[in-house]
T-cell receptor, first 112, second 115 residues
């Protein structure tokens, strides 16, 4: 079955630095990979989607890469701010195409 | 605009009782999903609706769990004879069509506590 891992449960960085979060997957080659942000007590909020034939996608201070050879996606937040503090989830579509499989998330804390 | 709405936001009940959780998706979204999130765990898929039918209900943990969707809109997740291990946040999401290349829009969940 598909397996998705976010290798850091927590990441602490200083304001202004670039945060890099990692998502690895096994046993599957997804056509799409998505990243979400979740704040405490709230549902996840969609950030970015990247397709298997796209190497990189950007949105404002966010950048996502997708390496299908390494089976890995990297999520970058440049010029990080305390407001970026949240849990970030990566997700990929299951083989049946009926649901998303989520990683457990990485909790990012940006200190000023 | 109106997002995905879930009710109640919190539910506390005694072990053995039945509970119903409601989800109002974004208008026009044909796909609807239920997930469960336990403390320290990732989101666990429960069931997927396309319109009123459920092509994938493989994530329902036991026959105590059921869900329905009516009018291609509102969905209800029912848990019968609740157990303490059912305590979790139940999240609903909707998307315009079949997922994969569609982002999912989530509600803020129902926090279920079984005493």
């Amino acid at each position: 079955s598909q397996k998705i891992e976010q290798n850091s449960e927590a990441l602490n960085i200083q304001e202004g630095k670039t945060a890099t979060l990692t998502c690895n997957y096994t046993n599957y080659s997804p056509a799409y990979l998505q990243w979400y942000r979740q704040d405490p007590g709230r549902g996840p909020v969609f950030l970015l989607l990247i397709r298997e034939n796209e190497k990189e996608k950007r949105k404002e201070r966010l950048k996502v890469t997708f390496d299908t050879t390494l089976k890995q996606s990297l999520f970058h937040i440049t010029a990080s701010q305390p407001a970026d503090s949240a849990t970030y989830l990566c997700a990929l579509d299951n083989q049946a195409g009926t649901a998303l499989i989520f990683g457990k998330g990485t909790t990012l804390s940006v200190s000023s | 605009g109106a997002g995905v709405s879930q009710s109640p936001s919190n539910k506390v009940t005694e072990k053995g009782k039945d509970v119903e959780l409601r989800c109002d998706p974004i208008s026009g979204h044909t796909a609807l999903y239920w997930y469960r999130q336990s403390l320290g765990q990732g989101l666990e898929f429960l069931i997927y609706f396309q319109g009123n039918s459920a092509p994938d209900k493989s994530g329902l943990p036991s026959d105590r769990f059921s869900a329905e969707r009516t009018g291609g809109s509102v969905s209800t997740l029912t848990i019968q004879r609740t157990q303490q291990e059912d305590s979790a946040v139940y999240l609903c999401a909707s998307s315009p069509g079949r997922q994969g290349n569609q982002p999912q829009h989530f509600g803020d969940g129902t926090r279920l506590s079984i005493l």
